[in-house]
């Protein structure tokens, strides 16, 4: 009997160890530099590293907090099965607050941007500048000035319902196609070689 408690005692450390190791947020943090926080959201499917250089020019005197999203550039999905960009502004609303970073310059990137907008409009008060970068709150809209959220939905119902059966080997191959140099040279990609060098410029 005696060697009861401390059986217990490994069972209780050893869970709340295994509780240690699940992740908080649902995205990738890269922390680099010091001084004034900023935190910077990349586009579609990028990840940290499309902010390098942005990153190499701050660094001196901001500390930058570069995110990489759920399920984009190797980043594990999240766990969210319904409203996943809802959690994604969650997950980023708790950071700021949980890691007291106290009024950071925002700064998003295309799709980034419209998630860094919702950030902003949902907690004002937690922000300091706002960066919008090639980004808008409805893409939809800005080629038909009659499209909601309803018309939205049933025209792209279907298509969403179509890829969430593609295999892997489709996804890979798409990609591929994506990121092929033919691809690059027809500036499918020109963000990755633009984007640094625009920011760059701006007096923070």
Known sequence: MKTFPLLALTCLLSAIHTKAE?????????????????????????????????????????????????????????????????????????????????????????????????????KPELIGPFIDLDGTPFDAAVDANNFNKDSLIKSDGERYKKALTRTPAYWKMRDSAFHSPASNKEGAITCKNWFPITIVSLKL
Request: net charge positive; glycine share 10%.
């Open 22 to 122: 699940v992740p908080e947020y649902s995205f990738g943090v890269k922390i680099t530099g010091k001084g004034k926080p900023m935190v910077l959201i990349p586009g579609n499917k990028g990840s940290a590293d499309i902010y390098n250089e942005v990153v190499a020019h701050y660094k001196s005197h901001y500390k930058c907090y570069v995110i990489t999203l759920a399920g984009f550039a190797g980043q594990p999905p999240s766990d969210a099965h319904d409203h996943l960009l809802l959690k994604q502004r969650n997950d980023i609303i708790r950071y700021i607050e949980n890691e007291h970073i106290h009024k950071p310059v925002l700064v998003g990137f295309s799709f980034g941007a419209g998630l860094a907008m919702w950030v902003a409009c949902t």
